[in-house]
């Protein structure tokens, strides 16, 4: 009953750390924890994927099962990611390697010398997740940021959705437009699978951050083009003014011959 207790009072505390990293890597970003989607629905759907065999593998998964904000998906994601090796290792019943030499040689108490060990266990893991977590804090607010220039991408994606109907007029730039779009899409998706890789992987950080801003020199590159388009439009539309106002003096001018 007593070790029963201590696993359930052991995984309520590995639940309480993984909150309080989720609420503190939100706040280091200016965020509110409270507001959107809350840590426990994460939490919920997390462990729901285990229970079913079908763990998720990345932020985007968790956001697609709760929905809400990419970047407070990824946060929770690895915050919980983080806890799980944890309680893996703590869950572990009594290995037979260890049991059988016991009973026939020192007739120990051996759930109490195997628990003895195993609280060993899991302070040497305790103690490498805390330098693996202090070692790739770095990489870890890179990936962040990453999630928050997705999201500002996609906001941006959304933006752009009405601008093709709204150069009706001019069919090239409509379909240079589309492109565009297209491209971004497949851009944003690759970003967003980098910035999931990247937090593991502090060598891709680089090659992130230039994918970043070559994204960002091409969404000004297409701004500026769509203000080049519709200087042109609006141009197109002064000439055509001046050239109707001609014609009707023109034809004023016709009319007042022919009755003279």
């Known amino acids: 009953m007593n070790t029963q207790t201590n696993e359930q009072t052991y995984s309520t505390d590995l639940l309480t750390k993984a909150k309080s990293k989720f609420e503190h890597d939100l706040t280091n970003l200016g965020q509110k924890p409270e507001k959107g989607k809350p840590f426990d629905l994460f939490y919920e759907k997390f462990n729901q994927a285990i229970a079913e065999g079908k763990p998720f593998q990345n932020p985007a998964q968790l956001q697609g099962a709760v929905g809400g904000r990419y970047l407070k998906a990824q946060i929770a994601f690895y915050a919980l990611e983080s806890q799980k090796t944890t309680v893996a290792h703590r869950s572990r019943d009594v290995p037979d390697w260890f049991i ?23 302070s040497i893991v305790e103690s490498r997740v805390k330098s693996a977590e202090h070692c790739s804090e ?7 940021q990453s999630g928050e220039l997705v999201e500002e991408l996609q906001e941006q ?5 009405d601008l093709p109907n709204q150069l009706i007029e001019s069919r090239d730039e409509n379909e240079h437009l589309v492109n565009e779009m297209k491209n971004l899409k497949n851009k944003l998706t690759q970003l967003q699978t980098e910035a999931d890789a990247s937090f593991g992987y502090q060598r891709t950080n680089a090659v992130l951050v230039a994918e970043n801003e070559r994204l960002l020199a091409d969404n000004d590159l297409l701004r500026t083009e769509l203000t080049q388009c ?8 002064i000439e055509k003014a001046k050239l109707e106002g001609r014609l009707a003096e023109r034809n004023e001018v016709l009319s007042n011959n022919a009755l003279n």
Do not use: F, M, Y
Not at 105 to 119: F, M, N, T, Y
Not at 157 to 161: A, C, D, H, S, V
């Open 100 to 122: 059988t030499p016991l009973e026939q040689a020192l007739k120990l108490d051996i759930q109490s010398l195997w628990h003895s060990v195993e609280q060993d266990i899991a």
């Open 157 to 161: 994606l959304e933006g752009l959705e």
């Open 138 to 144: 770095q990489s870890q607010q890179q990936a962040i």
């Open 230 to 237: 519709n200087n042109i439009l609006q141009q197109t539309l």
